[in-house]
């Protein structure tokens, strides 16, 4: 049985092992330093963290909060989103850019009131039939609002992982069947609200994309192929 318990803290890849406790509280002790304040992540509202899970998509968060805040105010929840016209709507979000996603809000909150009520589903099946809302934004919604422990498969997590163990990054990563294992394997069971903003909190502060990463202030760097031969 204790052999069990080993074997299962152990996540290998690449002919590389990372003991997934010991990295998920060296992340997470990371996170709780270095955490962003958005104004999404001060709720645990589902409504509220839904608005910015369709908001974020191909947005930079930094953008998106003054949109986010004056959304809520107007729309404070599901019922008063689906009264609004789509002018309403298109007024509210133009600024984001990614104009198809203005009806696809409008649908969504009709389809949370026809189906489930007005209330946001907490089921990652149920999520997903509603329109607008993606593989990402469900896992997102049901780890940020539920602490469930769903995964977060994007290009930022992607690139954490791929230069941890030193796999090739590629576009289509994100669809790769050995990265969403690794990341499954990876998140916390216990606290994953946590680990997952502070996984994407280090890809944007320190494992980063449009500039080199500062390995020298990662915390994952004992542990890191990348960060190793650097």
């Given at each position: 049985m204790k052999r069990d318990r080993v074997i299962a803290e152990i996540v290998q890849?690449?002919?590389?092992?990372?003991?997934?406790?010991?990295?998920?509280?060296?992340?997470?002790?990371?996170?709780r330093?270095?955490?962003?304040?958005?104004?999404?992540?001060?709720?645990?509202?589902?409504?509220?963290?839904?608005v910015a899970e369709v908001m974020l998509h191909?947005?930079?968060?930094?953008?998106?909060?003054?949109?986010?805040?004056?959304?809520v105010r107007c729309y404070p929840d599901v019922v008063t989103l689906a009264r609004a016209s789509q002018k309403e709507i298109r007024s509210a979000l133009h600024s984001l850019g990614l104009h198809w996603r203005i009806d696809l809000v409008r649908k969504m909150a009709a389809g949370i009131i026809r189906t489930f009520g007005g209330k946001v589903p907490q089921k990652r099946e149920d999520l997903l039939i509603l329109p607008?809302?993606?593989?990402?934004?469900?896992?997102?919604?049901?780890c940020f609002a539920y602490n469930i422990p769903e995964t977060l498969i994007d290009t930022n997590t992607v690139r954490v992982v791929?230069?941890?163990?030193?796999?090739?990054?590629?576009?289509?990563?994100?669809?790769?069947?050995?990265?969403?294992?690794?990341?499954?394997?990876?998140?916390?069971?216990?606290?994953?609200?946590?680990?997952n903003y502070a996984l994407l909190d280090l890809?944007?502060?320190?494992?980063?994309?449009?500039?080199?990463?500062?390995?020298?202030?990662?915390?994952?760097?004992g542990w890191c192929v990348y960060a190793q031969a650097r």
């Open positions: 890849a690449n002919g590389y092992i990372i003991d997934s406790r010991a990295f998920r509280k060296t992340l997470v002790a990371w996170g330093k270095h955490f962003r304040p958005f104004p999404w992540r001060q709720t645990k509202n589902p409504y509220r963290i839904l191909r947005t930079q968060a930094l953008q998106v909060v003054p949109v986010y805040k004056r959304f607008g809302v993606s593989d990402y934004v469900a896992s997102a919604l049901c791929g230069r941890l163990y030193g796999l090739k990054i590629k576009d289509s990563s994100r669809r790769n069947r050995r990265f969403r294992e690794i990341l499954v394997a990876l998140v916390d069971p216990s606290n994953p609200r946590a680990y890809a944007d502060q320190v494992c980063t994309r449009k500039r080199p990463p500062e390995c020298g202030r990662c915390p994952l760097a």
